[in-house]
């Protein structure tokens, strides 16, 4: 029979031994076995949501994770350009590193427009050949 309800420093360290687990590649089949045997649930559905919350905290760790890496490669990228000296930055060349940078430091941010990646949107329209003299008669007259 499982114990008392744990204090939360054997909570947390549950749930990271669940996601050690996780990063072994155990199967989550054999997760859940381990918990019941180790009494850490009481039931079989309780060992899946202590299996799902040690998944939540991974996948909120690894987003932070990317957020952080990310503002830290601006400031790196922005450090570059700081660093670089200022007869350099004058020249074509140190114009054009400055610049790549900068494209850089926006893709990071989400502000960089990358028309390869967007996909046309077609409409079709079905007019009538009368309708369509009228449309370009009207063109006409106005350019």
Wanted: aromatic share 8%.
């Amino acid at each position: 029979m499982p114990k008392a309800r744990p204090d939360k420093v054997e909570f947390e360290k549950r749930l990271i031994t669940i996601q050690g687990w996780m990063i072994e590649s155990i199967p989550s089949a054999m997760i859940v076995q381990q918990i019941l045997l180790k009494d850490w649930a009481k039931s079989e559905r309780h060992a899946f949501i202590l299996l799902q919350k040690a998944r939540e905290r991974w996948i909120k760790f690894e987003d932070d994770n990317i957020l952080e890496k990310r503002k830290m490669r601006v400031q790196e990228l922005r450090g570059m350009i700081r660093a670089m000296k200022q007869e350099y930055k004058v020249t074509p060349m140190g114009i054009r590193t400055i610049l790549s940078i900068q494209k850089e430091i926006s893709k990071l941010e989400g502000v960089y427009f990358d028309p390869d990646k967007v996909t046309p949107t077609i409409i079709s329209v079905d007019l009538s050949q009368d309708e369509i003299r009228k449309y370009s008669k009207a063109l006409e007259e106005e350019y």
